[in-house]
């Protein structure tokens, strides 16, 4: 069990740098405007901020995730016996 519990650290640890790295690369000063227009047209093909739009909110569903399983992982090593 301590084996997927590291693996889940190093998994974890991987797509938060992924994602910071991601969020501010493309951060453009309106973190606080609350928008979420994501453009796309109609049977045409995906902007690049539509792209990278869905990939942060992939990293941070899948961030957040990791880190339920991970938490869950580690209460259930606590408890084993000794």
Do not use: C, E, H, W
Request: proline letters at 1%.
């Amino acid at each position: 069990m301590i084996i997927l519990y590291r693996v889940l650290l190093t998994l974890g640890l991987i797509v938060a740098i992924g994602f910071a790295v991601l969020v501010f690369a493309t951060g453009k000063g309106d973190a606080m405007g609350g928008g979420t227009n994501v453009r796309t047209s109609f049977k045409g093909k995906a902007s690049f901020d539509d792209v990278i739009s869905r990939l942060t909110l992939y990293l941070g569903v899948s961030f957040m995730a990791i880190m339920l399983i991970l938490d869950a992982v580690s209460n259930y090593t606590q408890k084993l016996p000794k």
